[in-house]
């Protein structure tokens, strides 16, 4: 993935050149996500295990996602994808995140990836936070 590319996107939202459905399709392709196959190339940020109905954590995550007023740019749950983004903070320019969600036998497994959508000179810690507090949602939400 080219992330300058991914920035000037990014650049382009902000100013209102383009619009938030053309730069969630855009970076869809930059982060070579197909509608039903997701190539993930984003830096995992954690897995957990939890011991619960498939159907119970997707839909955990989700209202997680939306609890915390994230973006779902594209889910999938037949896939067990759930991308969102994160608005600017202080911290950086947003991040893009995705959950994949896949069941066993004995448990549920949630593995949360995510990358900051712009440059950023310092790793405030950002991605790790929000995946904490998704999984913690998802935890006390069972």
Known sequence: MDTQELEKLFELKEKGIITEDQFNEKKKQLLNI??????IQLPKQGE??????????FNSA???IKEFDYTI???NKNKG??????PKTWLSYGQ???IQ???SKQSTSVSIFGKCISFQAF?????KKITNKIFNYIENNL
């Not at 197909?34 to 190539?39: G, M, P, Q, R, T």
């Open 73 to 75: 740019s594209n889910s």
């Open 81 to 86: 994808i759930i991308m969102f983004d994160t």
């Open 123 to 127: 790793d405030w810690g950002e991605k």
């Open 34 to 39: 197909e509608s039903d196959v997701i190539d």
């Open 62 to 64: 989700q209202n997680a």
């Open 96 to 98: 893009t995140m995705l």
């Open 48 to 57: 957990r295990l939890f011991n619960a109905d498939y159907d119970k954590i």
């Open 101 to 103: 969600i896949s069941k």
